[in-house]
């Protein structure tokens, strides 16, 4: 059975089960589909091939299949809607439609700039869209508003519980974003942390955030990878005025370069370094009585990684 019609099928069955509680519910599902091997049914790449086009391997791959597997999931979430209506908690329920981070494959992305795996905006920002009941009766905007408000994943989950009328029991790193996606008020979230990481052995690190409309990269642009010493770089942005990060201001603000640094190194303060000398393979099983464990994760190698002389200074 093709994956997307899979997750689908729990779903709908879940959703079902869910039609006679009386309690607020949250159901989250995600996909594999878009994601590499590009696989999908022939009706749906028959829906995007163009007769008498040559492709090469890659393209077809890239350019068909791949448009296939969004067009499988569009037809999944169709049904996953009806089941909602038939069950009777369509009126109560708010659907929320997101990505995890950019596709791999840039044309993708454009006019953004970079990929998956990249802290660029085309590998983090993603389009996401709300729709239901719920939203509608809220909004004092007209339906179908593009919101501009600023926005984190960690942001669903206050958002979402303060809906369900529940409030944290522990700080959270997410603010409640409701007022802002409905009556177009500002977003309460002024700064956004795309990543910061530094490799216990080679003093590699990456630190790319943001406040308000600027945007520090600092060190790696691209996937972080431990024990690789990569070529560090240093980009600043306004996004405002330059969202598909062209100018670079780097040299022109160094006024602002030098806050947003100072911002970035405070973030990190907060944070503890993932000690990995030999990374994954730490947590096999055949180290751990025959449970797969986090391996780098094992109590005590904190106080190793907390020695004076490994600690990660940023001077440059």
């Not at 009386?22 to 878009?34: D, E, G, I, N, R």
């Not at 979402?160 to 603010?175: M, Q, Y």
Request: net charge neutral; aromatic share 10%; hydrophobic share 35%.
């Amino acid at each position: 059975m093709y994956s997307t019609v899979l997750w689908e099928r729990e779903a709908s069955r879940l959703l079902r089960n869910l039609s006679s509680s009386t309690k607020p519910w949250y159901l989250q599902l995600a996909l594999t589909a878009v994601h590499p091997p590009y696989q999908a049914p022939k009706r749906f790449i028959d829906l995007h091939t163009q007769k008498g086009r040559k492709w090469s391997k890659e393209e077809y791959q890239l350019e068909v299949v791949r448009r296939g597997m969004v067009s499988a999931i569009d037809e999944s979430v169709g049904r996953l809607v009806a089941a909602l209506q038939e069950t009777g908690m369509y009126a109560d329920t708010l659907i929320v439609f997101t990505s995890d981070n950019g596709s791999g494959y840039r044309p993708a992305n454009l006019p953004l700039r970079g990929r998956k795996g990249s802290v660029f905006e085309g590998g983090v920002r993603v389009p996401a869209f709300l729709h239901g009941p719920p939203l509608t009766s809220a909004m004092s905007v007209a339906p179908g508003t593009r919101s501009q408000a600023l926005a984190h994943i960690t942001d669903w989950l206050p958002t979402l519980l303060g809906l369900a009328g529940g409030a944290p029991t522990f700080p959270l790193d997410g603010l409640d974003l409701w007022p802002a996606l409905t009556l177009g008020l500002p977003s309460p979230r002024t700064q956004l942390v795309y990543n910061i990481d530094m490799d216990d052995q080679s003093n590699t690190f990456q630190i790319a955030v943001r406040s308000h409309q600027w945007k520090l990269i600092w060190g790696q642009t691209s996937e972080f990878k431990p024990h690789k010493k990569q070529e560090g770089q240093l980009h600043l942005f306004d996004l405002d005025s330059d969202p598909n990060e062209e100018i670079d201001l780097a040299i022109e603000r160094k006024d602002k370069l030098e806050e947003m640094k100072e911002l970035g190194r405070q973030l990190a303060k907060e944070l503890k370094v993932a000690f990995q000398p030999n990374r994954f393979s730490l947590g096999y099983p055949r180290y751990h009585g025959g449970i797969l464990e986090p391996g780098w994760c094992e109590p005590g190698w904190w106080e190793i990684l907390w020695r004076e002389e490994n600690m990660v200074t940023f001077t440059q």
